[in-house]
């Protein structure tokens, strides 16, 4: 059976930091991660929606989605068109 270890009993886990008598930080090998700290907004602070117009980027981004779906269109409908010519050509 496999051996499992907690952290409480394993020795040789590296300690987080911790502050000495004589106020010297000894730093153990431990990352700090980023949501080590509070991540809670302030209770002023608002969401703001992106709006289309709000930069250029943001023009030429919604512009590109429009040119895209317009061609992704017109390419489906061409089929659309043309199948009565196509059955008659394969006889189907």
């Given at each position: 059976?496999?051996?499992?270890?907690?952290?409480?009993?394993?020795?040789?886990?590296?300690?987080?930091?911790?502050?000495?008598?004589?106020n010297?930080?000894h730093?153990?090998s431990?990352?700090?991660?980023?949501g080590?700290e509070?991540?809670t907004?302030?209770?002023?602070?608002?969401?703001?929606?992106?709006?289309?117009?709000?930069?250029?980027t943001m023009?030429?981004r919604?512009?590109?989605t429009?040119?895209?779906a317009?061609?992704?269109?017109?390419n489906?409908?061409?089929?659309g068109a043309?199948?009565p010519?196509?059955c008659?050509t394969?006889?189907?």
């Open positions: 059976m496999a051996e499992t270890e907690t952290i409480s009993t394993n020795p040789n886990l590296p300690r987080p930091p911790s502050i000495s008598s004589d010297t930080i730093v153990a431990v990352p700090a991660g980023p080590s509070d991540d907004p302030p209770l002023h602070a608002v969401n703001v929606a992106l709006r289309w117009n709000g930069s250029k023009i030429w919604v512009l590109a429009f040119w895209c317009l061609v992704m269109g017109s489906d409908a061409a089929y043309i199948i010519y196509v008659i394969f006889h189907t």
